[in-house]
Nanobody, 124 residues
Framework: QVQLVESGGGLVQAGGSLRLSCATS????????MAWFRQAPGKEREFVVG????????NYADSVKGRFTISRDNTKNTVYLQMNSLKPEDTAVYYC?????????????????WGQGTQVTVSS
């Protein structure tokens, strides 16, 4: 069982930045893919970015390319999402997710583990 705990959400003005953190209880990232999803009110949960620990480049949604960056700290078992140039349409609850696979999927239903979510609100 893998536990995920997000933090770092908040209220920011358009053009600002936030960094989200996802602390995981996983003892090893080998064979695991980590991802961030988000869900705005009245909308379906959507893929933001994913990264496989087996290697390869992160996979970003077109809507966040060039603005968001995923990274990890293996010593802290933590994944980060740096969000720059935030827009009001980025407002959502952001979720960290993990799946026991080396392949990044954009389908939320293929992720086995989820955090509780953290609210990000971008004012115009």
């Amino acid at each position: 069982q893998v536990q995920l705990v997000e933090s770092g959400g908040g209220l920011v003005q358009a053009g600002g930045s936030l960094r989200l953190s996802c602390a995981t209880s996983a003892r090893t990232f080998s064979g695991i893919t980590m991802a961030w999803f988000r869900q705005a009110p009245g909308k379906e949960r959507e893929f933001v970015v994913g990264i496989s620990w087996s290697g390869g480049r992160p996979n970003y949604a077109d809507s966040v390319k060039g603005r968001f960056t995923i990274s990890r700290d293996n010593t802290k078992n933590t994944v980060y999402l740096q969000m720059n140039s935030l827009k009001p349409e980025d407002t959502a609850v952001y979720y960290c997710a993990a799946r026991a696979s080396t392949i990044v999927s954009v389908v939320s239903g293929l992720y086995n583990y989820w955090g509780q979510g953290t609210q990000v609100t971008v004012s115009s």
